[in-house]
Nanobody, 124 residues
Framework: EVQLVESGGGLVQAGGSLRLSCAASGFTFDDYAIGWFRQAPGKERKGVSCISSSDGSTYYADSVKGRFTISSDNAKNTVYLQMNSLKPEDTAVYYC?????????????????WGQGTQVTVSS
């Protein structure tokens, strides 16, 4: 059974930090790109960051560059999103997703698998 399980969300004050985890199982982790997406109430889902598990290449939305860092621990089949200098506008449900084609995931937001999401709330 394929599973993507997010954890690490919560409530934090502006300027604070959180680290999200996405634990994957049920598929060959090294063959997939893993991405983080977020969706705020009433808004469309947007890409936050993406990493290729095969070569480690990373991509970020302009709104999070310099504040968020994506990383992958292939031994644990887990992708992390370290979020620093959080802002109220970062408040959203954060989802991780996996796809065999990085560009279809990052550009097309077409994931083969999706997690259930974890809530991140940043208070001002």
């Amino acid at each position: 059974e394929v599973q993507l399980v997010e954890s690490g969300g919560g409530l934090v004050q502006a300027g604070g930090s959180l680290r999200l985890s996405c634990a994957a199982s049920g598929f060959t982790f090294d063959d997939y790109a893993i991405g983080w997406f977020r969706q705020a109430p009433g808004k469309e889902r947007k890409g936050v960051s993406c990493i290729s598990s095969s070569d480690g290449s990373t991509y970020y939305a302009d709104s999070v560059k310099g504040r968020f860092t994506i990383s992958s621990d292939n031994a644990k089949n887990t992708v992390y999103l370290q979020m620093n200098s959080l802002k109220p506008e970062d408040t959203a449900v954060y989802y991780c997703a996996a796809a065999g084609l990085l560009w279809s995931l990052w550009v097309g937001k077409q994931g083969d698998y999706w997690g259930q999401g974890t809530q991140v709330t940043v208070s001002s």
